[in-house]
């Protein structure tokens, strides 16, 4: 072999080398995401889910996917989470439409009152809604991000300190701790007064009286540390469930390899169906543990919950109305979330 040849066969060689360096699949061999949400330390969601979930990516791409976790607030606040994805400064943010209804609004079909009862229908029957249309392309794409994964609450239930609670009608007056939107709506309906509060300033506010309590969901009482400072809880209002989910910027899914894109809804289906099942579990727990730590609780019977049913229905209709007066599917979204919500309630 010349000398010539020889020179000719290495720069082949090495022009093979750049290009191979080019591919996608070699540039996202050490990809590492920032993930970020505003989750106290310790919450169950995080620990149930979001770790599961960035570990088991990790797994299924044999380390080419990693993440970089801030949870607690540490890159911002709830309401920040929304442009934190959008503008870049994360890849992954905690963004639940419920705190974000001017520029999710389909997504909220998921607060309406007595839908479902249990996670473990309502989260995949609404991921089934939100990465499907209308939900997916008016709400998230539009908006330069899509759901990976996310899961249901319980149910939200009444909760107060210093204030004399024995049934429905007690809670005539009352500030209360809400979401804006149907939430605040439902309470409006039931005679009380909403007030707006991040879920983490959610304990000073009840401390110093801010509010007199807060509509919450069950099994976030302890993770947030409200028994510190409640001393009444109302079972069986069920007036919301709220749909916490983990957003990715758009521009970074589709620089993702198909091979990580699977990982990901792999993972997020098993991370999903691990977090409604605490959900659930814990929901069912926590009535005793709630009276043993010396917390009145009162559960609502049939008659009461067929009250609060009827006193919020026009909250529903006036959920879908409003959206169509707008040009927007509200109807179409319902009749798709309750096909989907039966669909698992037979399973």
Known sequence: MSIL?????????????????????MALAETTLKVADTFPPGHYIVETGTNYWMERVTELTDGEVKFQYFGAGQMGSLRDMFSMVQSGVVDIGYVPPAYNGGTMPLAGVHTL???????????????????????????????????????????????????????????????????????????KALGGAPVDIPSPETYQAIRTGTVDGAIFPTTSVYSYKLEEVID????GLDVFVYWA??????EVWQGLAPEHQQAMQQAAQEAMQRVAEETD???????????????????????????????????????????????????????????????????
Request: proline share 5%; no cysteine; hydrophobic share 40%.
């Open 245 to 250: 989910p983990y957003v990715i910027r758009e």
């Open 113 to 187: 009152p007595g839908l479902f009862s249990q996670s473990k229908v309502g989260t995949p029957a609404f991921y089934d809604t939100v990465t499907s249309e209308p939900i997916l392309g008016n709400d998230f794409l539009k908006n330069g991000m899509r759901p990976l994964w996310g899961v249901m609450t319980s149910t939200y239930n009444l909760f107060t300190r210093g204030k004399e609670i024995d049934g429905l009608e007690d809670i005539n007056g009352l500030k209360l701790k809400i979401i804006a939107g149907n939430m605040s709506e439902s309470i």
């Open 281 to 347: 579990r814990s929901a069912a727990e926590l009535e005793n543990k709630m009276r043993e730590a010396g917390i009145k609780v009162i559960v609502l019977d049939e008659a009461q919950r067929e009250q609060v049913r009827a006193t919020t229905a026009p909250v529903f209709d006036a959920w879908v109305s409003g959206l169509e007066g707008r040009g927007m599917p509200g109807g179409e979204v319902v009749e798709a979330f309750r096909a989907n919500i039966e669909k698992y309630q037979t399973q």
């Open 232 to 235: 009444t809880a109302v079972l």
């Open 5 to 25: 040849n020889g020179l000719d066969r290495l720069a082949a060689g090495a022009a093979l080398m750049v290009a191979g360096a080019l591919t996608p699949q």
